[in-house]
């Protein structure tokens, strides 16, 4: 699975590609797609902490820019790694953009390890949550939702400005960021600006069940994930 998500950041347009890890493990799946790899500490709480290692070893600037791709989503579209660094260079106002894409079936909503987001009308970041919200009153239509969804889920790539990257690990777990087991609930609960749109291609779910594991199983084995 490392081994797929070191290639599909590869292939986007990033500057430079470096694997986090504190398992030799990853380090060989990374090699696998010449991709360079990094040991770190294995003190981490977050793989936000992780990135911010590199990042002070690298002596990258306050305004430099680092995308966060997680190491269990193995189908994530290069492109949309380009495109939240983008939006974030867009954004100036922001520490941190990240991307969303409309649900549109009415069962994810109430899905807890669906985490949905609500964003103003700037593409400011409002709350992310593990329930439904905005919270329907009267009920979520089923079994689907039309195009007009006011859902939406939350892809979990970041990318940040090292300022606010550092002031984050700074920071201690938040109210919320506890209550939800939502790291992102940090920033927005320490006023710092997160910077959503919607992803320009689809991007399907991480691993995080076992059910997730055979879903990415059958897309490589159909040839669905390229």
Do not use: C
């Not at 939240?84 to 109430?110: F, H, I, K």
């Amino acid at each position: 699975m490392i081994a797929h998500v070191a290639q599909r950041a590869a292939e986007s347009d990033a500057v430079e590609v470096i694997v986090a890890t504190d398992d030799e493990r990853v380090l060989r799946a990374a090699a696998l797609v010449g991709v360079r790899a990094v040991m770190t500490r294995t003190d981490h709480a977050s793989g936000s902490d992780r990135v911010m290692e590199i990042a002070e070893g690298r002596g990258w600037s306050d305004d430099h820019i680092v995308v966060n791709v997680q190491g269990d989503e193995p189908l994530i579209p290069p492109a949309v790694v380009g495109q939240v660094a983008g939006l974030l260079q867009r954004s100036p106002g922001a520490g941190v953009a990240t991307l969303s894409e409309p649900l549109r079936d009415a069962a994810d909503v109430g899905d807890e390890n669906i985490v949905k987001v609500v964003a103003a009308r700037s593409g400011r970041a409002l709350y992310f949550s593990r329930a439904p919200v905005p919270y329907a009153r009267g009920g979520v239509p089923s079994p689907a939702i039309g195009p007009d969804t006011h859902w939406h889920r939350h892809i979990g790539i970041y990318a940040y400005r090292v300022a606010a990257l550092r002031r984050f690990v700074a920071l201690p777990v938040g109210r919320l960021e506890a209550t939800e087991s939502l790291e992102q609930l940090r920033f927005l609960e320490n006023d710092i600006d997160i910077a959503v749109e919607e992803a320009s291609a689809p991007v399907p779910g991480g691993v995080d069940t076992p059910v997730d594991l055979a879903r990415v199983r059958r897309a490589f084995d159909q040839g669905v994930a390229g």
